[in-house]
């Protein structure tokens, strides 16, 4: 399509399954990257800045979406795994119980029998194929000497015969090994041992912050607030993009901005590294991250005819970042905070709950990212959580930090926390973040490591080096701001009688010192 001698390329979006489910000075907050990042760049730290986002008011992919699940052949599924996580399967094998008691309580479809079924054979494939291997080399060396004319025939059509029985067997093992992988990346991560069992009603509260506000007049929803106050336009957006998209207008805009600004600033302070992301991410890497298909209900976007979807999350482009690399210990820990706008297609979401901005399809958000030592990752959990639960106090929000159950764990969590504002407009609790511990889940996926300078405890053999092998990192995610919730939180907590809205005061110096957001005259 021209426009003003422009050509606009519109990408045509389907649907793929859901990948399943102390403060430090602000002179620290720009940690390098990777060590080879400070041979790249300057050393000079750039001076602080603020970094002001474009607001959700217009879609950032003009795109044709459609809610249909990607299908896929049995030949196209058996070809599609083209990368291998670095699954420890001999001890999957060696903890079977304990595996498979967390399958169950997990309420996980992985078949933990045909994985060890599959491993076995692989094993026994492996021995065979080395068999035939020495089998071959034997008969090259003999080839070496002096023979008779029969005896050297004789070896060339039994050398021959070793190629032809090797190579098939090699393929069946390539087969195999695909097979082994794509039913092995079922089976969810491991779970911490405080972690409640049963489903999300068995969560348990950590922590409850505040009391609900009280008002001495009828309380109005954040859609009646932003009617009134002019702030959205979900009606225009319906035309111009579909259900659950929005525009955002006036002081909503300056709330957004604000809102994603003071979180990042906040969040910078604590040593976390800013960034924006790709929204374009390949499928692959969203693969990687420890996601499994959920079959209809897929919350992803993917590009059609292509590997790449739109991201759900930011925690997928920050998790790709050291994607197949070895970090140096001493970089250890990774913190980065990350800004971008996050794409779902909420399937199989309804109801007067998923109204107005507390469900959308497209949003923008400000997601916490660390990489660390295995040893250390319950502690920066614990350092994620209290980061969320500082932000949503300093806004004075009523809510509560849960322990959720086993079977609201998506595959990649260890261990997740939840944290539920109250929201008076929809006379309840609403989720407005998580924390999860991931542990090696992701990086074994992603091959991400660490190798520590102090040398190995056992001897090296000759000629191999003395330092310590590397081991996989642990990653953690953490929500510090999903924008439209706390814009949900925001206007219904701070409703005054008159109509008006007051601002949180530590947003105030990110609105241009506004304190009020008032009706406007008809």
């Known amino acids: 399509m021209g426009l003003g001698g422009t050509t606009l390329q519109t990408l ?69 795994q083209q990368w291998k996580a670095a699954i420890d399967f001999k001890w999957i094998r060696d903890n079977k119980d304990a595996v498979a008691a967390n399958i169950k309580k997990r309420n996980s ?25 020495g089998e071959r080399n034997v008969v090259a060396n003999k080839m070496k000497g002096k023979l ?29 090994t695909d097979e082994l992988q794509q039913e092995a990346q079922c089976i969810p ?10 489903g999300e009603d068995f969560s348990t509260i950590r922590k409850m912050v505040g009391t609900p506000h009280e008002f001495s007049f009828p309380v109005k929803d954040h859609l009646q607030l932003g009617k009134e106050l002019d702030l959205f336009d979900f009606d225009a957006a319906s035309e111009v993009s579909g259900s659950k998209f929005y525009y955002l207008k006036n002081e909503a805009v300056m709330l957004e901005m604000g809102l994603i600004n003071w979180t990042l600033l906040e969040v910078m302070k604590r040593g976390f590294t800013p960034l924006t992301t790709p929204e374009i991410v390949r499928s692959s890497v969203v693969e990687k991250c420890g996601f499994q298909p959920r079959g209809a209900n897929t919350q ?33 820990p990774l913190k980065y905070v990350a800004v971008s706008h996050c ?41 994620l959580i209290r980061i969320e639960e500082d932000l949503f106090s300093s806004l004075g929000l009523h809510y509560k930090t849960l322990d959720m159950a086993c079977g609201d764990l998506g595959a990649p969590a260890y261990r997740k926390f939840d944290i539920e504002a109250w929201m008076p407009g929809l006379a309840r609790f609403g ?27 056992t ?64």
């Open 343 to 383: 794409f779902r297609t909420e399937a199989g979401a309804a109801g007067t709950a998923s109204r107005g901005l507390y469900r959308v399809h497209q949003f923008s958000k400000v997601e916490m990212f660390i990489l660390c030592r295995p040893e250390e990752s319950d502690f920066y959990h614990e350092e």
């Open 300 to 332: 992803v976007y993917s590009i059609e005819d292509s590997d790449q979807c739109l991201i759900g999350t930011a925690e997928i482009p920050v998790g790709g970042i050291h994607m197949d690399s070895i970090i140096a210990a001493s970089l250890l």
């Open 12 to 80: 045509k979006l389907a649907t793929i399954p859901t990948p399943s489910s102390s403060s430090s000075s602000l002179r620290s907050v720009f940690k390098p990257l990777s060590q080879s990042f400070l041979y790249r760049h300057s050393r000079r730290r750039p001076a602080l800045q603020l970094f002001f986002v474009r607001g959700l008011s217009a879609p950032a992919v003009q795109a044709t979406a459609t809610a249909t699940p990607k299908t896929t052949s049995p030949d196209e599924k058996g070809m599609k």
């Open 148 to 176: 008779e004319s029969s005896e050297r025939q004789r070896l060339i059509e039994e050398g021959k015969n070793l190629k032809e029985g090797l190579l098939s067997l090699e393929e069946d093992l390539l087969k195999l």
């Open 459 to 522: 001897n090296p053999k000759k000629g191999k080096s003395n330092l310590a092998p590397p081991q996989f990192v642990h990653t953690l995610n953490a929500t510090a701001c999903a924008v439209p919730r706390m814009i949900v939180c925001v206007l219904e907590n701070n409703q005054q009688e008159d109509g008006s809205v007051i601002i949180p005061e530590p947003l105030r110096p990110f609105m241009g010192g506004l304190e009020f957001i008032h009706p406007k005259p008809r």
């Open 431 to 457: 989720e407005i973040s998580s924390a999860s511990n991931c542990t090696d889940y992701q990086s074994r996926r992603l091959g991400i490591r660490f190798r520590s300078s102090e040398p190995a405890l």
């Open 109 to 133: 479809n992985a078949n933990l029998e045909h994985v060890l079924d599959l491993y076995h054979k692989m094993l026994n494939l492996q021995k065979e194929v080395e068999r035939l291997r």
């Open 189 to 198: 991560n491991m779970t911490h041992p405080d972690v409640p069992i049963g």
